[in-house]
């Protein structure tokens, strides 16, 4: 049974290779950048295989322009043409860029589109769907919105964040502390946002700051098990400090966060707020969540033994330390 097994799976491997040698694995290029109102430049750079290009086309809208002639250069591995286009007043918001021939391929479409405003967008374009859709401007509404969702996800899925929150719920006793504490971690995340975002101050590396969050998890660990154990510190006798302390220093990782995402200059003011507000509906939502469960646990009069009392900081200690000893060692390896 091995035996057929084994030349079962052989077989299964010699069919697949012919077509994994022939699957385009690159996909086709399309940058475009906005420089003056209307005014585009074009980069479109399709693959070679076997030293023949693929039979993608970029047909642009019919009321685009060229402006001069394309200059095409032949890449290892790749053909490239650029070119300058017009598209008149209303440039090419709201319109649809095609790529005939895509459909008879296995390969994509990497499109990146920069606007003046400030908007920078990133789309793969799939055969299925060889088109891709230039965004109008979106209203104040519509970029409140996005906004504020983004804000709400990047809280969510910010593990780290996340943590740092939940070690502070652990050591303060009380509803008024709670308050002045979750207070004092907003406030202070909100000033560095602010000022990193609108050119202020300098983002800090990347590396340094990740670094630096899990630091500040790994802090609050030793405390949570203090405050198990009946003992103080300054910490557990005024979190509302740390928090703030510490919310400066997060503050700057939601302010790279919301870097990356491209903000439309022309209503920056406003994507700031929103994505502020986002932040804090996924915050106020995670802490609502763990004092509902800290709530059930007490009606229920579930009796904890004394090791799982003190698991929560040495969960807590665990995971700031694993993670500030591997973003120190990729800090470190980065400055090689």
Do not use: C
Request: net charge positive; hydrophobic share 55%; aromatic share 8%.
């Amino acid at each position: 049974m091995t035996r057929i097994a084994a030349a079962a799976l052989l077989l299964l491997l010699l069919a697949l290779a012919p077509a994994a040698q022939a699957h385009e694995v690159r996909p086709a290029y399309l940058q475009i950048q906005e420089r003056a109102a209307g005014q585009y430049s074009v980069l479109w750079r399709t693959p070679l295989f076997s030293g023949m290009r693929l039979p993608i086309a970029l047909k642009l809208p019919d009321d685009v322009r060229e402006v001069g002639a394309p200059v095409v250069a032949e890449l290892p591995g790749s053909r490239v043409e650029r070119r300058i286009v017009d598209a008149g007043a209303g440039g090419l918001a709201g319109k649809r860029i095609e790529f005939p021939g895509l459909q008879a391929t296995i390969t994509d479409v990497l499109v990146r589109v920069e606007l003046l405003d400030g908007r920078r967008t990133v789309t793969l374009v799939h055969p299925s769907q060889p088109w891709v859709d230039i965004a109008a401007p979106a209203g104040k509404a519509g970029i409140a919105g996005a906004f504020v969702k983004q804000g709400i996800e990047h809280i969510l899925l910010g593990a780290d964040h996340l943590l740092f929150v939940f070690g502070l719920l652990l050591i303060v006793g009380n509803v008024g502390m709670l308050v002045k504490t979750v207070t004092a971690f907003t406030v202070a995340h909100s000033i560095t946002l602010a000022i990193a975002t609108l050119g202020f101050v300098p983002l800090p590396p990347l590396l340094p700051l990740n670094a630096a969050v899990a630091l500040s998890i790994l802090f609050l660990a030793p405390e949570v098990v203090r405050v198990w154990r009946g003992e103080t510190s300054f910490t557990i006798r005024h979190p509302w400090v740390v928090a703030f302390l510490f919310g400066l220093l997060h503050g700057f990782g939601f302010a790279s966060a919301i870097d990356s995402t491209g903000l439309p200059r022309s209503e920056l003011a406003l994507a700031l707020l929103s994505f502020n507000v986002g932040v804090e509906i996924g915050q106020l939502a995670f802490v609502a969540l763990v004092l509902a469960l800290m709530g059930s646990f007490r009606v229920l009069e579930m009796r904890w033994s004394q090791w799982a009392r003190v698991l929560p900081g040495y969960v807590l200690g665990g995971l700031g330390a694993f993670w500030t000893i591997q973003r120190v060692a990729l800090l470190v390896g980065g400055l090689r």
